[in-house]
């Protein structure tokens, strides 16, 4: 079996080994579990590819299954991913017995330190928000949530909470699924209540009201201050190996990924640059095409600088980081890799003397997306853009 730094590249040769064998692993649904099962024992990508894909499937059987590969199971990193999957199955509410991760001391310290909390997030959204679920089972009353919508900017948008069943729960992400083709990935609960209480001192410090009762909502989660912590992405993926090879050309890739289709930059962040962009469109010096092509990357070029920066270099590399565990929970492992480089190298504060082709493709899709913005207005309309 390959070494852990590959671990990801053997579960993704697995899945497209199924893939080709008609196992549709990218929905995987309960009518599946049998088959996955029946796939046990032919490679051993194939095996943890199985076991990932029995990890998305929040039903019992899933469990069994996991749990009877498990005592057959003689391979170090096949156990160590029964294990992965069969927390991921705990955090969606199941029963795990204990002893099938008495051999994982972090999964143990996981369940533990969650108290059967559970916590959902969905992607980023191209305005830089995103969708925060937090559930606590409530004995005898269903599941006690806290549903927000945060910005990585503006702060809290919105929050609720209710009291609602599992099946509802599960209702809810199927209905998200189903309507926007979104879905919500689990997160450990305490980064989770992390950036909901950071998004809440980010809009009290605003000045925004129409949150008083924010202290009240969240008590039925936790009560203390929570305690500061990196990003999960980072126990999930060794930044030391992500940032070799060829990530820098790759990380157009990421344009690709539906989710960041309609991925814009700020407008307030994006306007400086416009203004310099039809001033070199139409300066009155004589400029043959190539010099024309070299001032405007010019400007590119000074724009990415500045967007790894300060507070936008902040912003950037958060919404990079939760993209990076998005795509690691839905089965995109190079995606996540390259997001999660991108992300070490904003955190950097330079982008490096090397094309970021990411970072250069976005700057150049938000610059188009605004000049048409700004060239389709009629003189006497408001001026205001509508995000997608």
Known sequence: MAKSKSHEEEIRGGLEALRHAGIAVDDPSPSLIQRLQGEIGRDPQIDLA???????????????????????????MLKKEIRRSLFKLSQKGLAVPEGRTSGSPTVLSLLKSASGIEAYMSPVDGAGGRLLWIVKPQAGHGLQTIQAMVSDREGLLRIGGAQIRRKELRNMTRQIKDKHGITMISLPWEYADQTLYAAYKNTKAQGRSGFENFHELRASIAAAKPRQQEHPIYRRLDPHSITGGSWREQSRLLLEEPELHFWFLDEDWVTPYLSQLEEAKSSRLVLNQVQKEERLAGIVRDAVKAFCAGEIGAVLQRRMEDMALYFLETGREHAARLSLAVAIQIGTGDPGPLDISFLTGLVQKSFGFYLSQQKNKEPDEPSFIVKP
């Open 50 to 76: 199985v076991v990932f894909t029995l990890g998305k499937i929040a039903e019992a059987a899933a469990v069994e299954a996991l749990a009877k590969i498990e005592t057959e199971a003689r391979d170090k």
